[in-house]
């Protein structure tokens, strides 16, 4: 027998699928009016004024006015509104900060106003209520849900409240969910999170789970804390455990070893969130991609990637994406951010409608040799290789080796294994090979003895954890990069071979 609340639930996303596709059915003309709205909104802040946006009437008008810029290049505007300037990015002042640990530049504080933060909130809330509406299955909103997140403790700046996004979300759960939701406030507070996750497997352990949502990585670390204390499969601890809700990393490199510590196959939800917004979330089970959030206060621009150090790169709007392109996507939003390189970079997988994949990220990628291979091309090998297989990946990233001892320089892979190949030299020809098929510039190196085939390096049980606990990112929203382009990274653990 279903509750009120499962039965209330259909409707209810039946109601949010029709007006997701109004918008996602009208995409151009969606964008439009979200470009329109955003000029005019910021005319007479200082941002406005500076780069003339009174006399802003297209796009064409604004590449010529407002160059792309990453947080450094805006960083004197936001040193402004941090300071207690009212008017300078977006009419008056924002209600928080997200702060981030940003990998090149320190603490950057990314502005959240009251016209941006409930896309932050609906984003979230709509990606469940299209399952619902899709599967027909809403039983889980009667059991428990986790959601591994930050500290929700905040601040104060010079009047804005202050934190991570994920703490600031957390105040914004909404009323009908309060009572469902875990883990408790004093558990989400503890800052140390291997203190947490224990904290949270107390928590858990006696209640009906039936949604679990993070950063794969760190739920990875709950499952396997669950399972050393029950010695239980996940799935045989929490029988109504049907929902994963997953964002900030690829989850297919995790998704084997999921399914080993689950016991069983579970339905799963991709999200594209980020504190400077929500860009997009899985809105079909079946589908490759991610719904682009085309009416959520964000304009969208695309540079082709292999284009975007170029002098004067191309900026284009969805009108003129193509599918199968990697292009660095570029933001202006209703928190005040202007022709904004968040970093990252997407591929479309579809145009009807707008869906995009994370394909890695602008600064994250390996040219040492000129082959430019990114975080989605490595990914997509390991995954072949493990296909079909025993092998279990705990963690993996990529550096380029220039100055080996002997012969050429190659490329190297750090992995920490959970299962390992019985013949690694296989493994490693099964990455390669699948490394030199998406990438031709890789199989071009390797086939004009540039480059030697790729070298595995094993990293010790907890490697990449203890590493990620040296440099004070163990937790919350960190992520590993995937790949980088020196040795920074691999110089700081361990190594076996």
Same mark, same amino acid.
């Given at each position: ?31 439009? !009016? ?61 209600? /928080? +900060? ?44 009667d ?19 202050l ?8 105040? /914004?759960?909404?009323? /009908? ?5 875990l ?40 499952f ?13 601890? *929490? ?17 084997? !070893? +999921? ?16 504190? %400077? ?24 621009? *695309?540079v ?13 709007t ?37 869906r ?14 000129? %082959? ?8 997509q ?15 993996f ?44 510039? /890789? ?9 030697q ?45």
């Amino acid at each position: 027998m279903g509750s009120l609340k499962s039965a209330l639930a259909k409707p209810f996303a039946k109601y949010i699928y029709k007006r997701i596709q109004k918008w996602a059915n009208n995409p151009i003309d969606t964008q439009h !009016k979200v470009f329109q709205e955003l000029i005019s909104a910021a005319t007479s802040t200082q941002f406005g004024k500076d780069h003339d946006f009174v006399s802003i009437n297209n796009h064409a008008d604004y590449i010529k006015r407002v160059p792309i810029r990453d947080y450094e290049a805006l960083k004197p505007y936001v040193e402004k509104v941090v300071a207690g300037e009212k008017d300078i990015l977006w009419k008056g002042q924002p209600i /928080y +900060f997200a702060k981030t640990s940003g990998t090149t530049s320190g603490s950057k504080y990314i502005p959240i106003t009251k016209e941006s933060m409930p896309t932050h909130v609906d984003a979230a809330r709509n990606a469940i209520l299209m399952y619902i509406n899709e599967t027909g299955n809403s039983q889980f909103v009667d059991g428990k849900m986790i959601f591994l997140q930050g500290s929700p403790i905040l601040k104060e700046e010079n009047g804005v409240q202050l934190g991570r996004l994920s703490g600031i979300v957390a105040h /914004y759960v909404p009323k /009908y969910l309060q009572k469902n939701r875990l883990p408790s406030w004093e558990t989400n507070c503890i800052e140390d999170w291997e203190t947490k996750v224990d904290a949270i497997v107390e928590e858990t352990l006696p209640e009906n789970m039936t949604i679990i949502s993070g950063i794969p990585s760190w739920v990875q670390m709950y499952f396997e804390k669950l399972q050393q204390k029950t010695g239980k499969k996940v799935g045989d601890i *929490f029988k109504n455990f049907n929902l994963f809700i997953f964002g900030g990393v690829n989850y297919e490199p995790y998704r084997s !070893k +999921f399914e080993n510590l689950i016991g069983r196959k579970v339905d799963s939800i991709e999200l594209y969130p980020a504190s %400077e917004g929500f860009f997009a979330f899985q809105d079909k089970q079946n589908e490759k991609g991610m719904l682009l959030q085309l009416n959520s206060g964000i304009f969208y621009e *695309f540079v082709k990637a292999d284009e975007f150090f170029d002098k004067n790169p191309k900026r284009i709007t969805i009108k003129d994406v193509e599918v199968g392109i990697n292009y660095v996507m570029i933001i202006s939003t209703n928190a005040g951010l202007w022709a904004y390189n968040i970093g990252d970079t997407v591929e479309f997988t579809s145009t009807k409608p707008y869906r995009v994949i994370v394909s890695g990220r602008i600064k994250h990628f390996i040219s040492a040799f000129g %082959e430019h291979v990114i975080g989605k091309e490595v990914e997509q090998a390991m995954q072949e290789a493990t296909l079909n297989s025993n092998i279990s990946v705990t963690e993996f990233t990529v550096a380029p080796q220039i100055n080996p001892e002997h012969g050429l320089p190659y490329h190297e892979w750090f992995i920490e294994f959970e299962n390992e190949p019985k013949n690694m030299v296989d493994f490693a020809k099964k990455i390669d090979a699948s490394l030199q098929q998406q990438n031709s510039y /890789y199989f071009d190196l390797i086939e004009g003895h540039v480059l030697q085939p790729l070298k595995i390096t094993k990293v010790d049980k907890d490697g990449f954890k203890n590493y990620m606990k040296s440099i004070g990112k163990l937790g919350g929203q960190n992520k590993l990069p995937r790949l980088s382009n020196d040795r920074k990274i691999v110089e700081r653990f361990p190594q076996n071979n």
